[in-house]
Structures are given as structure tokens and as C-alpha cells.
């Protein structure tokens, strides 16, 4: 499956602009963005639910789209399985008929149809339920008989566009695991469309991250987690303090970055950012060390809220200087006004030029 210089404007809001990549078959694949980057489009014209202004998308070796050559495939002949957020299963059909639905457009023969289904039904675990009036679902019921309606004409390649965000934690949690293991097992070839992290993380071989109709990085969750190519990608992946900071020459000779309140810090600066220049010191919540002692080493900080998160917590640390720092402790009970050290191993500061 290749996507080829896709670009797809609505009046002037440039849904997408310039997208290409490439999924390996059997690869899980994710759109991972906020609302408005263009991650529903990008799977929409996949789907050929819209026409792209520019671009060519090939499925297996086929053109399915290209508007310089004049090639459209509608969306049903294009072999594709969708799930989207809204479950969509019809009301009026019992959980068979809905699974069904697809060979019965394609009017195939009553045997086949009553096999299929019934190792789809086996699959997504509704055997029990092929009778039952789909209204009398549970919501995360009704989602598997949308998944299984994707599945039954087996196809090349299956879209999931936030297909669990109307599910309740719980159950979300319990879908994203099965939806994993179903897609390993079956080996299906999956586009996956969210602007949850953690679902993404999750399930995906790659993450595409988006932004404003571009894809900004592609990589592996690790890599797109710990080596984010921009400010927008490391936001997006995970709670993110910012320090004002000036780039200096330390006291100890060494070169580095002086804080707002003249704490040092020993980092390797971007190339071309010169002594003085202002910059933006970047790191996760999760990445700060907290002492107690306040002797320490490390910049001079109080605990000024506590969010008990179970088995976690999550505190805000009112620096020396205006700034202000998230943490985040296994366990500590760490009390308001209680002064603290602050570090963060270098190797997990990303230095920004302003
Ligand atoms: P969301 O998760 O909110 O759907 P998204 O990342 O999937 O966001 P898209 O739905 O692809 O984003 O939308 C990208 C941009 O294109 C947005 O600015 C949106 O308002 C606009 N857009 C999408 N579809 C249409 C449409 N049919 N008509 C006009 N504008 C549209």
C-alpha cells in the first residue's frame, strides 16, 4: 500500500497537504494527531470516501487513485474493511445480518455467506450472539459487529478511524488489547487513526505524527517517544515542562545553559546557537528527579499542588525564578510548601532554539 504526494484541500483549509509513506503488509500504522491535522482525510481518501486534488494512492500494486491519470476506484471495490468511531451497525438487522451485509451486496451464495460469518462471529467472540437484534448490544458488542463487518470480505487492508473513543475506559482499554492481539493473528495490514498517545503507543508498529495536513515524524513508538524531530511531537507525546534559558559558558569553563534564576546546567547546545541566545530547555514530567535534601545538587523548588493519580502522583514545583514544574512519583507522598531538588539527566533535556 503506497501513498503518493496526497493533497486535499476543503476551500482553503489544507486538510492535506503533500503525504506520502509506504505500509508494509502486515504492518499496524497510525495517524497520530490532534483534532484538524487531517488524519480522518487522510484515511477518508484511502478509503476513496473523498477524491485527493493531487497525489496517487496504489493498494498492492493497483492504482486506486490518481487524478492526473484519471483513475478513481470506489470505495467498494477497493477491498478495503472500515471501522469508524460511530459503530454503525444497522438497528433494524440482528448481529448475522450485520456481519453479512457486505457478501450480501456482493450477492454471494447463502453457503459461503453462513460460513464466513460464522468464523467471524468465532473470531471477534459474538458465536453466541448471531441472533440477537443489534440495538440490544452493549456499545463495546456493537463495536466487535462493526469490526467483523470490516473483516468478512477479508480485505487488504483494514482503517480504524478513533474507533474505540466511544467507549468508556474500561472497556477501551480491553478493546485496544483485543483489537492488537486480532491484528497480529490475522496479519491484517492496518491504518489506525487517533489523537490518544497511549492507543497509539500501544498498537503501532509505526506512528505517522501529524500536523496540520503534514506528517511531521514517522518512526517507531520508541523512536518517535524518546527522539522527537520537533517541539510539536514531544508536546504531543507526553507531559512536557519548558525552562527559559540562556546559553553560557558555565563556571566551570564547561559550555552549557544558565536558568533564569542562575542554575547551571551542563548540556551539549544545538549547532550554530551562540553564547547568549535565548533558548527552551524540554523534558517529560516523568523524566524529573525530585530530593528531598535540599542541600542537593539541582535547581531549588517547593511542591505547590499534589494530584493523587492512584499508585502515582503527580505534583506542580514552583521554581526559584516564575517557572513552574510537573513531576510525576511512584509513590512519595510529597506534602504542599515541602522544598525540593529538581533534576533531569542531561541526555533527556532537548534544547530548542527561540
Ligand atoms: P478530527 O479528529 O477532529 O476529525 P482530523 O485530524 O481527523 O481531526 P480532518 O477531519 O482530516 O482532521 O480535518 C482536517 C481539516 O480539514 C480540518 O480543518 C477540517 O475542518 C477540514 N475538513 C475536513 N473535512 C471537511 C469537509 N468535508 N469540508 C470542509 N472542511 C473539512
Not at 486538510?15 to 506520502?20: K, N
Amino acid at each position: 500500500m503506497r501513498v503518493q504526494a496526497l493533497h486535499k484541500s476543503f476551500g482553503k483549509v489544507r486538510a492535506v497537504d503533500d503525504v506520502s509513506f509506504d505500509v508494509r503488509r502486515g504492518e499496524f500504522l497510525t495517524l497520530l494527531g490532534p483534532s484538524g491535522c487531517g488524519k480522518s482525510t487522510t484515511l477518508r481518501l484511502i478509503a476513496g470516501l473523498e477524491r485527493p486534488d493531487e497525489g496517487e494512492i496504489e493498494v498492492d500494486g493497483r492504482l486506486v487513485t490518481s487524478p492526473r491519470r484519471g483513475v478513481f476506484v470506489p470505495p467498494e471495490k477497493r477491498g478495503m474493511g472500515m471501522v469508524f468511531q460511530s459503530y454503525a451497525v444497522w438497528p433494524h438487522m440482528t448481529v448475522f445480518e450485520n456481519v453479512a451485509f457486505p457478501l450480501r451486496v456482493r450477492r454471494k451464495p447463502q453457503s459461503e455467506v453462513t460460513s464466513r460469518v460464522r468464523n467471524i462471529l468465532e473470531i471477534i467472540g459474538l458465536a453466541g450472539l448471531a441472533d440477537r437484534p443489534a440495538p440490544d448490544l452493549s456499545g463495546g458488542q456493537q463495536q466487535r459487529v462493526a469490526l467483523g463487518r470490516a473483516l468478512v470480505s477479508d480485505p487488504t487492508l483494514l482503517l480504524l478511524d478513533e474507533p474505540f473513543s466511544n467507549l468508556d475506559a474500561r472497556l477501551r482499554e480491553g478493546m485496544r488489547v483485543e483489537m492488537g492481539e486480532l491484528q497480529r493473528r490475522l496479519g491484517l495490514t492496518t491504518i489506525f487513526v487517533t489523537h490518544d498517545q497511549t492507543e497509539a503507543m500501544m498498537l503501532s508498529d509505526r506512528i505517522f505524527v501529524m500536523n496540520g495536513g503534514r506528517v511531521e515524524q514517522a518512526g517507531t513508538p520508541r523512536e518517535v517517544y524518546e527522539h522527537p524531530a520537533s517541539r510539536f511531537v514531544m508536546d504531543f507525546l507526553g507531559r512536557i515542562n519548558y525552562l527559559r534559558a540562556h546559553v553560557a559558558r558555565l563556571t566551570n569553563g564547561r559550555p552549557g545553559v544558565r536558568l533564569a534564576d542562575g542554575a547551571e546546567v551542563a548540556l551539549v547546545v544545538p549547532d550554530g546557537v551562540a553564547e547568549g541566545s535565548a533558548v527552551t530547555l524540554a523534558f517529560r514530567s516523568a523524566d524529573v528527579e525530585l530530593s528531598m535534601s535540599v542541600d542537593g545538587t539541582g535547581w531549588a523548588g517547593v511542591v505547590q499542588t499534589v494530584a493523587y493519580m492512584g499508585g502515582r502522583e503527580e505534583y506542580v514545583l514552583k521554581m526559584a525564578g516564575s517557572d513552574e514544574i510537573k513531576a510525576e512519583r511512584a509513590t512519595e507522598n510529597l506534602t504542599l510548601g515541602t522544598p525540593v531538588r529538581v533534576s533531569v539527566p542531561p541526555h533527556k533535556i532537548r534544547v530548542w532554539a527561540d
